[in-house]
């Protein structure tokens, strides 16, 4: 029953997971009191539940086990005693799923390796010659085009090729949770606005000490009309909900990242954005289950494919955790001409142990994104599938609001009014995501 598999990656490089030691726990029945189960093999002064807490703001450290009740899952400290009598105990016969090792996650925006290799590449064939309309060519996802979104004084380049700019909506009445680095909560474009914050992350506030998280809540939830900049956010009328599942140097574990889902599905959050992952590739049983659940209470879950590709390598990578659960809408990135961008991973065809998952579903821009940053930088542009995500997720809460739908049929008309592109469905699958109109 314990996963403890060691994935190769699609090319053929040995992928190791992150772990912490502790072991993460799916029960069968989400309803079910898994506590109780717990606390029969590791004492009941050992087992925390999250609906103990307010709001369900779970602290983990106050027990070796926590149980986040929303999702029907644990992350437990046992020794390998504990471990075996927890799965050969009469009470766990049927009742729990699966036992896998907890991992940890990073943000996914793109190294500066990849950039600058990038740069370069554009500032070569930028001086080989001009395009054949006059404008300077450029290498961009492998193909010689001309960008066709650059960025204006008015909107960043996102939001003019997804139509966000021509939308009627706003975003308003929908909450959309960003689980990541935390958000700059001095940061004067959101003044006003009804945002909830909470942290998962020991000892640290839920403001973002990183940058990552403020870029993602900008992108998705930014304000119409920021004041002395261009727009850069889709639903500028939605409700915030931060929740910091990644610490200020970048890192956090299925215990932060689960937490912060159970808090965002006990909050009524309609969108759940995480732009975080980790290089594995057989879906993490986890998430396989918790995306099933979160899209059962509504709530639909959103995350960044993965940029372990290099295609001028001929090295496609391969969607990476939690993405790559079959429950959750993984997102590529795309650049300016919308080619899918060249660290932008593919879906995986084989190597996923005959589990289903591991395939890109929708894409979005995610080449040289302007946002929102910490301060006292306000501004910032950097590239990642972290970028696509906050894409998608402020343009579902703009579906979300304007038809009513939830959970698996709001992933349906996502998908369904996506604009189909050149680039194969394993690099972007149903293709670049866009407002309604």
Avoid at 9 to 31: C, H, I, L, P
Avoid at 272 to 299: C, F, I
């Amino acid at each position: 029953m314990i996963d403890q598999t060691l994935p190769m990656g699609a090319d053929g490089a040995g992928q190791t997971a992150e772990t912490t030691g502790k072991y993460v726990v799916v029960f069968a029945d989400v309803d079910a009191n898994p506590a109780r189960m717990l606390e029969s093999v590791l004492g009941a002064s050992s087992v925390a539940n999250s609906r103990d807490f307010a709001d369900q703001e779970a602290d983990a450290t106050q027990a070796p086990a926590t149980v986040f009740a929303e999702l029907g899952v644990a992350v437990v400290a046992a020794d390998p005693d504990q471990l075996s009598a927890l799965q050969t105990s009469p009470d766990a016969q049927g009742a729990i799923l699966s036992i896998a090792p907890e991992r940890i996650y990073h943000p996914l925006q793109s190294t500066g390796y990849l950039e600058g290799y990038r740069d370069a590449v554009a500032d070569l064939a930028g001086r080989l010659g001009a395009g054949s309309n006059g404008s300077s060519a450029a290498t961009i996802g492998g193909q010689v085009g001309v960008a066709q979104f650059p960025d204006t004084a008015t909107a960043s380049w996102g939001l003019q090729a997804t139509r966000v700019l021509s939308s009627p909506q706003s975003g308003k009445g929908i909450k959309v949770a960003i689980l990541d680095t935390g958000f700059e909560t001095a940061h004067p474009d959101f003044v006003g606005r009804n945002i909830t914050l909470a942290s998962f992350i020991p000892g640290e506030t839920p403001k973002d000490g990183h940058g990552h998280g403020t870029h993602c809540t900008g992108t998705a939830c930014g304000p119409k009309n920021p004041s002395g900049s261009r727009r850069y956010g889709i639903a500028y009328e939605s409700d915030i909900f931060i929740g910091k599942v990644l610490s200020n140097s970048g890192s956090g574990s299925d215990t932060s990242v689960l937490g912060g889902m159970n808090w965002a599905i006990a909050q009524g959050c309609h969108v759940v954005s995480m732009s975080l992952g980790a290089n594995v590739q057989p879906p993490h049983p986890p998430y396989t289950e918790v995306g099933r659940r979160a899209l059962d209470k509504g709530t639909l879950v959103v995350a960044a494919a993965g940029n372990n590709a290099r295609r001028h390598e001929r090295s496609w990578g391969f969607v990476g955790a939690p993405a790559n659960s079959p429950y959750i809408m993984a997102i590529a990135a795309l650049e300016q001409d919308l080619s899918v961008a060249y660290f932008s991973a593919r879906s995986s065809t084989s190597g996923t142990g005959g589990q289903r998952g591991g395939q890109v579903d929708n894409a979005g821009p995610g080449w040289q994104v302007y946002s929102s940053w910490i301060l006292p930088q306000k501004y910032h542009t950097i590239s990642g599938t972290s970028m696509a995500t906050p894409h998608a997720s402020g343009i579902a809460a703009l579906w979300a609001q304007k038809t009513g739908l939830r959970g698996a049929a709001l992933w349906s008309v996502l998908a369904q009014e996506s604009d189909r592109l050149y680039e194969p469905a394993v690099d972007v699958g149903g293709g670049l995501v866009l407002a309604p109109q």
